[in-house]
């Protein structure tokens, strides 16, 4: 097909007409390309997982209505691959074009990622136009250097902000590894976010780290309560990183511990071989998602019985945080949804972590972690607000709640 067939020509006299939908073809096709392998990275993750009969639980299933995407140049229409995904309580979601998304993402979105992706400054000039459309050949290198730079000390000011009065009731931990554009040693990104008493998510911190270590931890969390904030949170959501924990335990040892379920269900798969996966996977479904916590413990229990005696290393995994996997249970059943995970830090750089390519040459420290903020601060305008948010003053208050439902006083 010509590349402007789809479109209706141009007539002769109108060259900003035809090289308007030479663009518009060329990033219908990027994209295209793009989510397709996403798609096929997908299926091929999970292609040694199948049903009684021996049948794929992951395969493709035609396509998903046509839909428009705003871009620089112009609307764009994308039909994206449909994925049958019938392993219980999984759905397939791209990173790259969300369910929601109708519009190209910002410049201010949009640089971030690209440098984190390992694009070098001189090539930035091309590659945003290319996705912005012609508007965005004014943002040459020069230009670029200088919108970084305004970014860095962004970033700086917001390191030293005042944080007297604030209170975040929930927060999320995270420590994210870059491949591309960091130094030899690929430092952590160590990565927090709060909900306010409000229901509203907030950044709070984004700090250069050392492989999650509990000194990299403490220091983060001595720092906010130097700059005012006093109040320890309720509750702490996070992976299995023990520098993590330890350091809460020293700074905040009222807050309560919740291992994050995303994390903990990779840790035990990974202890059992991929035959017993489909299995194992809806006992441990069953385990966070169980109305009462009686039931999510018989499910523990079972798990326990099936796995425990061969794979001794699941059970152990499973068993070492066990207080700390059900915690949720003890707070707001609207809440449940937002405390069994660390979503909020996983989706936000879902699109620029998981890298297995360095690129020639490394961007500074400096750099990099304005560039981590700015792309997380961009994501703060469109993260969810909690659900039943009128609960967390009831929790703030010191409310007691049982299997989700609040207590009423005698």
Known sequence: MNIIESEKTPSIDSPRSALDTILKEGARRLLEQAVEAEVCSYIESHRQEVDENGYRLVVRNGRHPERNISTGV?????????????????????????????????VDALIPALY?????TGDFGEALEAILGPQASGLSATNIVRLKEGWEKEYEDWQRRDLSGKEYVYIWADGIYFNVRLTADRPCILV?????????????????????????????????????LSSPPKVAVGDGALGFWAAIEEVWPTTIKQRCWVHKTANLLNCLPKSLHSEAKRLIHEMYMSPTRKAALKAYDQFIRVYGA?????QANLEKDKQELFAFYDFPAEHWIHLRTTNPIESTFATVRHRTKRTKGCGSRKATMSMVYKLANEAQKSWRRLNKHQLILEVIKGAKFTDGEIQKAA
Do not use: C
Not at 86 to 105: C, E, H, N, V
């Open 116 to 120: 984190l992706h390992g694009v070098s």
């Open 192 to 228: 927090i976010i709060g909900a306010t008493a409000d229901g509203d998510k907030e950044l709070i911190a984004v700090h250069d780290g050392e492989r999650e270590s509990k000194l990299s931890w403490t220091e983060i969390l001595e720092d906010l309560k130097r700059r005012g």
């Open 74 to 106: 112009g609307s764009i229409p994308i039909q994206q691959p449909r994925i049958n995904d019938r392993r219980k309580g999984q759905r397939f979601s791209s990173t790259i074009l969300p369910k929601y998304l109708r519009r190209a993402p910002s």
């Open 310 to 314: 061969k794979y001794p290393k699941a």
